[in-house]
C-alpha cells in the first residue's frame, strides 16, 4: 500500500473509531495521527511532541497522552517497553509482524521477521485452537558493537596491569 493509501486508511479507521466511541474528532487528533505514519520505526512521547511543536498544529502534552491512548485503543499504535524507562511506540498498520532484539547495553532496538516464529503461531493455533491476533517477541542480550567495546575495556584492562 502506497503512504498516502496508508493514511487514508489510517484516517478513515480512527475516525470510524472515534465516531463509534463518541469522543471528538478534533484537527489535533488526526495531526497526531498524520505525524505518527510520518515517524519511521519507534519513537517515544518525547520525540513525538518535539516533532509536533515543529509543525504548525502545536498540541498539549495532554492531547498528545490522550490521543496516544484512543491510537492505542484503536489499534492504530503499538506500545513495546523495551527495558527502558519510556515506552516506544510504532505505528501498526504499515508493517507486517515483526519481532525485536534489544541491547541491554546502549538500547538500540532491531527488528527481525523470521518466518519461523509464524509456523509457531500456526502451530499452537491450530494444536490449542487459539486464534492469535498478535504477538511480540523481545530478545534481550549485547549487541555487536557493545560487545566489541566491552572487549577492547578488557583488553586495555589487562594491557595496563601486565609489566
Known amino acids: 500500500m502506497a503512504p498516502a493509501d496508508i493514511q487514508q486508511n489510517v484516517h478513515r ?3 470510524e473509531y472515534l465516531e463509534h466511541g463518541g469522543h471528538r474528532k478534533t484537527p489535533e487528533r488526526f495531526a497526531i495521527l498524520r505525524e505518527i505514519y510520518a515517524v519511521d520505526g519507534h519513537f ?10 515543529q509543525t504548525k498544529c502545536q498540541v498539549s502534552r495532554a492531547t498528545l497522552y490522550n490521543t496516544m491512548d484512543l491510537l492505542l485503543d484503536a489499534r492504530l499504535v503499538r506500545k513495546h517497553q523495551f527495558g527502558t524507562t519510556q515506552a516506544q511506540f510504532e505505528k501498526a498498520q504499515i508493517r507486517g509482524q515483526h519481532d525485536h532484539v534489544i541491547c541491554d547495553g546502549c538500547g538500540k532496538v532491531q527488528e527481525f521477521c523470521d518466518p519461523r516464529i509464524q509456523n509457531v503461531r500456526n502451530t499452537v493455533s491450530e494444536v490449542l485452537g487459539f486464534r492469535v491476533s498478535h504477538h511480540a517477541l523481545h530478545i534481550h542480550g549485547i549487541c555487536a558493537d557493545c560487545q566489541k567495546k566491552s572487549n577492547e575495556r578488557t583488553k586495555a584492562a589487562r594491557a595496563a596491569v601486565q609489566p
Open 44 to 53: 517515544d512521547i518525547e520525540l513525538l511532541y518535539g516533532r509536533m511543536q
Open 13 to 15: 479507521l480512527f475516525s
